[in-house]
């Protein structure tokens, strides 16, 4: 190949390898800071960037720390479901396509806010979907149901009190009733003195199940 078009070449090349290296997709990243009044963190691309220097050697350079990208914990409107994000979570970083701020925003559809693609700036991340570190799933899980394991599980965001197992609630229903079948009552017989009643003789009702049908809990 002649020198001037190998030069050519070789400069659109560079034009092609500097552009992409500026197309944001997405990163396996891990939470640096984050901050849950607001449920953005600071992202740390996991894995580092290989860059081609001038001699045509490699060298691999982190990406700067990707701050204020919102986490995306699963959602519906109305309904939500919030991971206890830490540091050193690790996390799929998304970069959109096109700017959707204005959309997250003000939720109509129209121009992006800005017209630039697969900026850093787009970036969201996927908590529950994670490159290495704790895994997705819980390995040996029953199949046939919604598992949710945690140190601590909380329904509802003012929830502080904690929900009765069927079992336990059952046992002690059983300690009301045999209490209330053998207790008696003590009073004075006249001319005898005092004297203790029998325990009733219809005993309580025992109480039936109490648990739910679908939800179980630990
Ligand atoms: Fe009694």
Redesign the pocket.
């Known amino acids: 190949m002649p020198g001037p078009v190998r030069q050519i070449g070789e400069l659109i090349g560079a034009a092609l390898d500097t552009r992409q290296s500026d197309i944001h997709t997405s990163y396996a990243g891990i939470v640096k800071k984050y901050d849950s009044s607001t449920l953005r963190a600071e992202i740390e691309t996991a894995t580092h960037n290989p860059v081609t220097l001038a001699d045509g050697s490699l060298e691999f350079k982190p990406l700067p720390i990707i701050p204020d990208v919102p986490i995306c914990h699963l959602s519906a409107p109305g309904f939500s479901i919030t991971f206890p994000i830490a540091v050193g979570t690790p996390v799929l970083v998304v970069c959109t396509v096109l700017d959707p701020s204005q959309f997250r925003s003000t939720g109509l559809v129209g121009p992006p806010g800005f017209i630039r693609r697969h900026a850093i700036g787009y970036a969201h991340a996927i908590p529950s979907v994670a490159f290495g570190g704790p895994g997705p799933g819980l390995p040996g899980a029953a199949i046939n149901a919604l598992i949710l394991e945690g140190a601590s599980i909380q329904l509802g965001l003012g929830a502080t009190d904690f929900i009765a197992l069927a079992a336990k609630v059952l046992t002690e229903l059983g300690v009301v009733k045999s209490s209330f079948d053998s207790?008696t009552?003590p009073y004075i017989d006249t001319p005898a003195g005092p004297a203790t009643?029998s325990p009733?003789t219809v005993p309580m009702t025992t109480a039936s199940s109490v648990a739910a049908v679908k939800a179980k809990a630990e």
């Open positions: 207790h009552h009643t009733p």
